[in-house]
């Protein structure tokens, strides 16, 4: 049985009295004994320790020569290293407070987290206030660090459609009263992302947002017009946008136009030539020597690929391939057990970070256009590298409250 199907079964199957029921019953296990930490998922974790050891290692590795020879980095070439070594320890502060968080809380909190999400993106589009590099004004700088919005704004819609979709189940199946108001909040957000622009973070929470509510009871018939209406908007949006246009013509053939529209996606693909099976060795490559841009953020598989050749991307693969389907898992025995809006987060993270992650890798080895998306849990970058910490620190507070309620024995 579907979960869309789980979901309306136990929604029609409940009454005002039951409601009252199962609230009483939430509060009471939130007060009994949990799971023990040594308990958590095991793969969940380590898959996410191991992402983000190897990102501080290719990051280095990737950044070495840029920041020896930028002026703004003073030339110093750990000036990198040591900046995402202190975003690392600012995320997993932050995941460390959000997994002493409980599910409840969060729930409560989602209309007012994703209230402050569209704050932040409105306003770092005010000119003088949002920082703007590279014709793109996407970051709000806050003393020594920039803070991007979208990054954060990932997080926020996958709690508020989770908490959408349980507050609104008993008319998910309604194109009017579950769907059009969801559809409307999030063209306003992606309207916010356009103007910036940043058309991959509009991608990614497109497909959270509508992800969770197909998830939730959205009618198969609804989402198939959704996704074609979806793939027409983006045609328009990419044709009449000269560089989103361009982008797409460099992609379908890169090689026409090596030192332009192609030139990213060209010295990617060298470098993936040039790691064949394990690599030229760490430290080694030959793109990231000025020759690859972005080589430490929207392009470090690349790096991976030729410093630790095909073996190497394939454990980065097969590690996001675990995070996902574990993120899935904890999601699925979450709604078994009851608890809608933990299971439907567990599984819109899920979505999230392998959306991305498919996207950043389909870029980097010329599957997809270019889009400015890093590689979550690696890339060089304090925002994304916050929000994704956070996240998994919410799918580890839901797989312990899970084990809990198993362990007391009132699921």
């Not at 590795?61 to 002026?71: C, R």
């Not at 703004?72 to 968080?101: E, K, P």
């Not at 933990?342 to 599984?347: E, F, H, I, M, P």
Request: proline share 4%; charged share 15%; hydrophobic share 55%.
């Amino acid at each position: 049985m579907s979960l869309a199907a789980i979901l309306r079964k136990s929604l029609l199957s409940a009454s005002a009295e039951r409601d009252d029921n199962i609230a009483a019953r939430t509060v009471g296990r939130l007060a009994k004994p949990r799971a023990p930490v040594s308990e958590l998922d095991l793969t969940l974790s380590w898959s996410a320790v191991i992402l983000l050891a190897l990102g501080v290692v290719m990051v280095y590795s990737a950044s070495i020569a840029t920041a020896e020879g930028s002026g703004y980095t003073d030339h110093q070439a750990d000036y990198f290293l040591l900046r995402h070594v202190l975003f690392l320890a600012m995320g997993l502060v932050a995941g460390l407070a959000a997994f002493c968080v409980p599910m409840v809380q969060w729930q409560r909190m989602a209309p007012w987290l994703f209230l402050l999400g569209v704050a932040l993106l409105a306003v770092t589009l005010i000119p003088g206030v949002g920082h703007k590099v590279g014709g793109a004004r996407r970051w709000l700088p806050l003393g020594p660090v920039n803070l991007q919005a979208s990054e954060l704004m990932k997080l926020f819609v996958a709690i508020y459609a989770a908490d959408y979709t349980v507050r609104k189940l008993d008319v998910m199946a309604s194109f009017r009263q579950g769907f059009m108001p969801m559809m409307g909040v999030i063209l306003f957000v992606g309207c916010l992302l356009l103007f910036e622009p940043d058309f991959g973070a509009f991608v990614v929470i497109t497909t959270i947002a509508f992800g969770v509510l197909f998830l939730g009871g959205v009618g198969l018939r609804v989402f198939t017009l959704l996704g074609v209406a979806a793939l027409i908007g983006f045609v328009l949006l990419i044709w009449i946008s000269p560089y989103r246009r361009d982008r797409i013509f460099g992609f379908m053939d890169p090689w026409a136009d090596p030192f332009g529209d192609g030139y990213q996606l060209t010295h990617a693909l060298i470098a993936f030539g040039r790691g064949e099976w394990f690599g030229v060795g760490l430290g080694a490559s030959i793109e990231k020597l000025f020759y690859l841009p972005e080589s430490h953020t929207d392009f470090l598989l690349a790096v991976i690929a030729e410093e630790l050749g095909f073996a190497g991307v394939f454990v980065v693969v097969a590690l996001f391939a675990l995070l996902v389907q574990r993120a899935f898992v904890i999601g699925r025995e979450a709604i078994r057990l009851e608890r809608y809006f933990s299971g439907l987060v567990a599984q819109a993270i899920g979505l999230w970070i392998g959306m991305q992650a498919f996207i950043s890798m389909g870029v980097n080895m010329g599957l997809l256009p270019t889009k400015g998306l890093t590689l979550p849990l690696m890339s060089y970058g304090g925002s994304g590298l916050l929000a994704n910490c956070l996240a998994i620190s919410i799918l580890l507070r839901i797989d312990w409250e899970v084990r809990g309620l198993k362990r007391g024995g009132s699921a």
